[in-house]
Structure formats: C-alpha cells, structure tokens
C-alpha cells in the first residue's frame, strides 16, 4: 500500500528566507506525486504536480519540487517566502494508472515571522 | 468557471442525529472523490465515484455512511446516526475523466463537522 510520509508538522521561517518542505513517499511503482496548499478558510489548491519526464517541476507561487526516485523524496522548495505562503502544505501520491484516490501526508503547517 | 462546491461549511449535531453534506463537483468531471480529515490527522479517502456509479468505496468508515450521486452530478453524504469520531473535515474533489491520471483533482473547500 502507498503511504507518504511528511516528517515536520510545523515549521517556521522569516518572510525572506528560504523554504524546503520535506516529502517521503512510499509505493511499489511509477507514482505520480502531487503538492497541495491550504490557506485559512480555503480549499486545497494544487501546487504543483509529478508525472515523468523532468524530475524538477516548477509550480504556482514560486514554488519547486524535485523528484529523487532513489530518495523516495518529493521535497518542496521556494527560495524566498512571503506572509501570503503561511498555509498547511500536504504532500499526496497516486497511482499510475489514473482516476484513483490520492493517499495524502499529515500536512506541514508552515507560520512565516517578520 | 465555478469550483467544486461544498454544502455547508460547518455543521454541529449530537450525537445520534443524522448529517447530509453536499458537493457539486466542477460542471464536466465525472469523477467525484470524498476525502476526510480527522483533527491532526492525514486526509484520507473515503469513495470515488465515476458519473453516478462508486468505482472505489474502500475508505468507507462504516455503514453509517451512505454516498450518492444521483444522475452523476452532484452528490451527498450523509452520516446516520453520528458519532464523535466522525468529527473532521470532509473534503470533495472533481476530475475528468483521463486513461493516464493526468488530470489534477479540484478540492472544494470542505465541510467542518462537529460531532457532540
């Protein structure tokens, strides 16, 4: 069975500075991998998403995930952080072979400081 | 283009009484898909449906939870009776329909419910 693994519940960074959300995943084929955010009183927005071809994807916001087949890693990075990205983040997986549920992380819930 | 919708946003019962809870998908998407999210926990699946057919209802908790989609539009789950532990969010979600998984899922906003 698929399962994915975010290993921060929350982080905290100063608006400016860099920004890696860590994902780990585990499944026995080609997955295909997906970033979400949640903003306060908002629905899941995607971020980004993981088919094939170019393990760097670059999505909305400014946003990037790097898929490391070897690490079973689908981390999300953003160079510099703004107030507007303080939301929960969830990193989810789905099959190959498509029209089938997503198995969701726990979330990181991300608080940016001045 | 509207978005997945969600009805209501909140809801607070007792326990026992009985909850129905509505989406409505994005105009088009024949796939509808409701997720659950218990407090601090990951957002887990409960059923997919394609048009008005359950494809997958392996994440059910129970049968105390009954989905349909009637005439593959929108559709409703309700809760009967409730219990605590049925406290979360409900998430749905729409896609089209694809033979390669390559379309996105669109979340609606969700429904809080409180179970008391």
């Known amino acids: 069975a698929q399962s994915v693994t975010q290993p921060d519940i929350h982080i905290t960074v100063s608006e400016g500075a860099s920004l890696e959300l860590r994902c780990n995943y585990s499944?026995?084929?080609?997955?295909?991998l997906f970033w979400y955010v949640q903003s306060p009183g908002q629905g899941l927005q995607l971020l980004l998403k993981?088919?094939?071809?170019?393990?760097l994807v670059q999505g909305i916001k400014g946003f990037e995930a790097e898929f490391k087949r070897s690490q079973s890693s689908f981390n999300l990075r953003k160079p510099s952080v703004h107030w507007s990205d303080a939301a929960e983040y969830f990193c989810?997986?789905?099959?190959?072979?498509?029209?089938?549920?997503?198995?969701f992380g726990t979330g990181t819930r991300l608080t940016i400081i001045p | 283009e509207a978005g997945v919708t969600q009805f209501p946003s909140h809801s607070v019962i007792e326990k026992g009484q009985t909850v129905t809870l509505r989406c409505d998908p994005i105009?088009?998407?024949?796939?509808l898909y409701w997720y659950r999210r218990v407090m601090g926990k990951e957002i887990k699946f409960l059923l997919h449906f394609v048009k008005e057919s359950k494809q997958d209802e392996s994440g059910m908790p129970n049968n105390r939870f009954l989905a349909e989609r009637t005439g593959g539009t929108y559709s409703t789950l309700k809760v009967q009776p409730a219990e605590l532990e049925d406290s979360g969010v409900y998430f749905c979600a729409s896609s089209l329909i694809s033979s390669r998984g390559r379309y996105e899922q669109y979340f609606g906003p969700g429904t809080r419910l409180t179970v008391t």
């Open positions: 993981y088919f094939s071809g170019d393990t």
């Open positions: 499944y026995g084929a080609t997955p295909y």
């Open positions: 105009s088009g998407h024949d796939n």
């Open positions: 989810a997986v789905g099959r190959d072979f498509g029209n089938e549920k997503l198995t």
